[in-house]
């Protein structure tokens, strides 16, 4: 089973950047989709950014121009770059791998443990 653990959460200014980080384990297949998605307290879940095996990404237009996702050559190592981050950026972030459409709107198969982001005006 594949095992997802997120590091680099934490607190900033709005304006200011992060970057999450995450390890990705024990992924057998060739083909895949892996990502982020946020949820806030009695918010629903939001996909932030996928990427699939060949490097193709998708963002929703809230995070679009601000954050990119990127993997290493390895592709055991995910990260999340934030920029010029807002307010209503703070939730828990969480590592996941997606469905097989591989679009930040498509299914959560399974998610690390998260990570907090909290962002002050």
């Known amino acids: 089973q594949v095992q997802l653990a997120e590091s680099g959460g934490g607190s900033v200014q709005a304006g200011g950047s992060l970057r999450l980080s995450c390890r990705v384990s024990k992924y057998k297949y060739s083909t895949y989709c892996v990502g982020w998605f946020r949820q806030a307290p009695g918010q629903e879940r939001e996909g932030v950014a996928t990427?699939?095996?060949?490097?193709?990404?998708t963002y929703p237009d809230s995070v679009k121009g601000r954050f990119t996702i990127s993997q290493n050559s390895a592709k055991n190592t995910l990260t999340l770059d934030m920029n010029n981050l807002k307010p209503e950026d703070t939730a828990m972030y969480y590592c996941s791998v997606f469905g097989p459409q591989c679009h930040y709107s498509t299914q959560v198969l399974s998610r690390g443990r998260g990570t907090q982001v909290s962002v002050s005006s």
């Open positions: 990427i699939d095996s060949a490097n193709k990404t």
